[in-house]
């Protein structure tokens, strides 16, 4: 690959370039790595408008979980400009319809009601047990890490990024359009967004090639780096 290519990784729901960190670390040799900042932008769109004003002229792009939905917000308005693309633990479709999508947001809104009262903190320590494989709820510095960065973005961030989420498009159609390299993972583990959903990408995506992580759940570039490292890697070199 070109020696000065470029590649931004976009981080998720209420996390920053912590999450990446591993990753930054062993493929930023020979690469400009760029780290996507949403601040308080409230719509995908919006984000992923930030993302293009900020990002290189062309760049390979990989986004995990609620950056893998701003990654295709990107992808369609300025496909030219992306040479691969990686979705990590995330998601396409809208909010869904009746008690299900209903339950998702009374979900996420009893989130940020104890981020109000109790502080980001404790919210982070509650959320967090869901969002990794349960073997690692007793890593200590892993999950210091998760909750140190989920309370270090603020209750203002995580209401902006809930509305955003909530107001999610589909984006089915733009899956089936997409013509260049592409890899979709997940932790083979993940809870939040599950396997046959990273199936259904890669099903939708002509060409794409589907990493399940073993023993992994949500936060998979924290949980299991390497194996994370070693196929983004893998899909840059490709």
Request: proline share 5%; charged share 25%; net charge neutral.
């Amino acid at each position: 690959m070109n020696q000065t290519e470029s590649v931004v990784l976009v981080p998720g729901l209420m996390c920053d370039a912590t999450v990446w960190r591993h990753q930054i670390a062993a493929l930023g040799a020979g690469r400009h790595i760029q780290i996507a900042e949403h601040a308080l932008s409230d719509s995908l769109e919006t984000m992923a408008e930030r993302l293009l004003d900020e990002a290189a002229p062309r760049f390979a792009l990989a986004g995990h979980s609620m950056g893998g939905r701003v990654a295709l917000e990107v992808m369609a308005r300025a496909p030219e400009r992306v040479s691969r693309l990686a979705l990590l633990d995330t998601g396409y479709e809208a909010l869904a319809r009746g008690e299900a999508g209903e339950r998702e947001k009374a979900g996420r809104y009893r989130l940020l009601e104890m981020a109000r009262r109790e502080g980001t903190l404790a919210m982070a320590t509650d959320w967090a047990r869901g969002m990794v494989h349960p073997s690692r709820l007793t890593d200590s510095v892993l999950m210091d890490a998760i909750h140190s960065m989920i309370a270090a973005a603020g209750v203002a961030k995580f209401e902006a990024q809930i509305r955003a989420l909530l107001a999610r498009p589909d984006r089915t159609r733009l899956l089936k359009a997409l013509r260049l390299p592409t890899l979709v993972l997940c932790g083979a583990d993940d809870s939040w967004s599950p396997l046959p959903r990273h199936e259904d990408i890669a099903r939708h995506v002509p060409g794409s090639r589907l990493v399940a992580v073993p023993d992994c759940g949500h936060m998979s570039t924290m949980e299991k780096p390497e194996a994370v490292t070693t196929a983004l890697l893998d899909w840059l070199n490709s």
